[in-house]
T-cell receptor, first 115, second 115 residues
């Protein structure tokens, strides 16, 4: 079956530090990959996505590249801000089966950025 | 922007009660989803629906049912609430066209406590 493994948190950084949150996946077929962010007290918001190998998704200074050879989709940001404090979820959508609209989520990584 | 509205942010019910959680989306999306979110477990899919009156079980459907009588509304029903159903419940919707590339749009969640 499909699965997503992301680094366990919590991750605590100082403002302007470099961020990497690792995400690897197992899937049949050719999945689409997503990063979602959940700010305190809110639902999940799509942060970025990539739909095929070597695609790079980017938004709000965050980037992630779809690496088929390493089955990875690591999230990076060059300089984090306090406002980036949130829980980040890696997810995949697999188009190989009948239930091809479902997302499989990682367990989430809590990021705290201190001023 | 897509808006997914969940009827309650916080809800407290008693063991054995029948509980209804309501979700409405305003973008004519075909797919709708119910998840529960628990610390250390991430998001787990309870049920989803890809059309009016159509539904499919997710990964943890036991103790839940759903109803989709109109395209914009997807209800989650706890037939006889139990304390282990205390959780954060998230509703989401997505377009059918474009397949797995379509992101899901989430509501702000309902934090349900069963006493």
């Amino acid at each position: 079956g499909n699965s997503v493994t992301q680094m366990e948190g919590p991750v605590t950084l100082s403002e302007e530090a470099f961020l990497t949150i690792n995400c690897t996946y197992t899937a049949t077929g050719y999945p689409s990959l997503f990063w979602y962010v959940q700010y305190p007290g809110e639902g999940l918001q799509l942060l970025l996505k990539a739909t095929k190998a070597d695609d790079k998704g980017s938004n709000k200074g965050f980037e992630a590249t779809y690496r088929k050879e390493t089955t990875s989709f690591h999230l990076e940001k060059g300089s984090v801000q306090v406002s980036d404090s949130a829980v980040y979820f890696c997810a995949l959508s697999d188009n190989s089966g009948g239930s091809n609209y479902k997302l499989t989520f990682g367990k989430g990584t809590l990021l705290t950025v201190n001023p | 922007d897509v808006k997914v509205t969940q009827s309650s942010r916080y809800l407290v019910k008693r063991t054995g009660e029948k509980v209804f959680l309501e979700c409405v989306q305003d973008m004519d999306h075909e797919n709708m989803f119910w998840y529960r979110q628990d610390p250390g477990l991430g998001l787990r899919l309870i049920y989803f629906s890809y059309d009016v009156k159509m539904k499919e079980k997710g990964d943890i459907p036991e103790g839940y049912s759903v109803s989709r009588e109109k395209k914009e509304r997807f209800s989650l029903i706890l037939e006889s609430a139990s304390t282990n159903q205390t959780s954060m419940y998230l509703c989401a919707s997505s377009l059918l066209s474009g397949g797995t590339n379509q992101p899901q749009h989430f509501g702000d969640g309902t934090r349900l406590s069963i006493l």
